[in-house]
């Protein structure tokens, strides 16, 4: 199964496509793109008709106002999900991104005492350690200091012993690449996939799940987005 994840804006939209039912899991990141370029892809059936999709719904927090940037989000959510196909769309609250990866919706801060609430870098944190642990393994990319990504060191270009040839002192990680409203479209996708897989237990069991699950199907190709293929 495919699942695109959308981390909607008033005029340009982070998605990521993750691939999943593989072991190792993998994903293509497919950066930002413009609403109306999303949309094209959406309305030709770019991304398949055997995907599934997971939209960010935009949220008012202790009673604020919400004005034209929220609205207009809003308006473009209901769109994508109607072009994509509203049996085959899920909407994901921010709220519930935050306390799946985060824990809790707020913490407690340890030099004042007071309590704060989780925004975009505990989220982006979450999943760094989540595919890590840390930031070297999770992104990574980072050269070599010995030979400076060379992969060789000294006269006669001897390969680098501190490397071992490889150019890398952290060689890229699974989250290298991943930028700005791709990070949110993630946390979107890693929150729907494990719904997903407590969803597919609790069905088995009996119950009655959440959402309901889908079953595995391959990609169409065909999407506008740049698709880089990697492993987490």
Sequence with gaps: MILYAIDPG???SGVVAVRVGQTPLTFAVCGKMSNHTLLADLER???GN??????????LYRKTPAGSSVLHTAKWVGIFQHAFG???????LRSDVVVHLCGGSTYRDEQTGKLRGHGDTSVRAALIERFGPGKDAAIGGTKCKQCKGKGWCGRGQPMCHHCGGTKWEY???????VTKDCWSALAVAVTYMDEHQ???RLQQSGATPKI?????????KGASCDKETRTL
Aim: net charge negative.
């Design 10 to 12: 008033p005029e340009e």
């Design 45 to 47: 059936g770019a991304f």
């Design 50 to 59: 055997s995907t599934r999709l997971a939209i960010e719904m935009p949220q």
């Design 86 to 92: 509203l049996d085959r769309s899920t909407e994901v």
């Design 171 to 177: 060689p890229p990680g699974p989250l290298h690449g």
């Design 198 to 200: 407590c969803a597919t």
């Design 212 to 220: 309901q699950p889908v079953a595995e199907a391959d990609c169409d």
